[in-house]
């Protein structure tokens, strides 16, 4: 069975920057489409960027978008988030997940066990 296993979040100020890391057990991760998902307290789950295997195919949820950069490094199975100019509202827990038939929606078969991310105003 595949796992995934994000890293990178933290606590950051406004205006500061973050990179999270999603690590693939297996090397069939450069199969699948990627994704980040979020999830804030009381919010349902979010999505909010994704990638096709091959690097394509990109999209962005309209609220992260030019701050926000998804990328993957097949070659290590691993994806990752680079977040610029965070904000207090993408505080959240930071989800990856993988092998989803279309990028914003999924549905996707693998997710990591998430890693939250806090911004401070």
């Known amino acids: 069975q595949l796992q995934l296993v994000e890293s990178g979040g933290g606590l950051v100020q406004a205006g500061g920057s973050l990179r999270l890391s999603c690590a693939a057990s297996e090397s069939t991760f450069s199969s699948y489409a990627m994704a980040w998902f979020r999830q804030a307290p009381g919010k349902e789950r979010e999505f909010v960027a994704g990638l096709s295997w091959s690097g394509a195919n990109i999209d962005y949820a309209d609220s992260v978008k030019g701050r926000f950069t998804i990328s993957r490094d097949n070659a290590k199975n691993t994806g990752y988030l680079q977040m610029n100019s965070l904000k207090p509202e993408d505080t959240a827990v930071y989800y990856c997940?993988?092998?989803?038939?279309?990028?914003?929606?999924?549905?996707?078969?693998?997710w990591g066990q998430g890693t939250q991310v806090t911004v401070s105003s």
């Open positions: 997940a993988l092998d989803g038939n279309r990028l914003r929606v999924g549905p996707y078969r693998y």
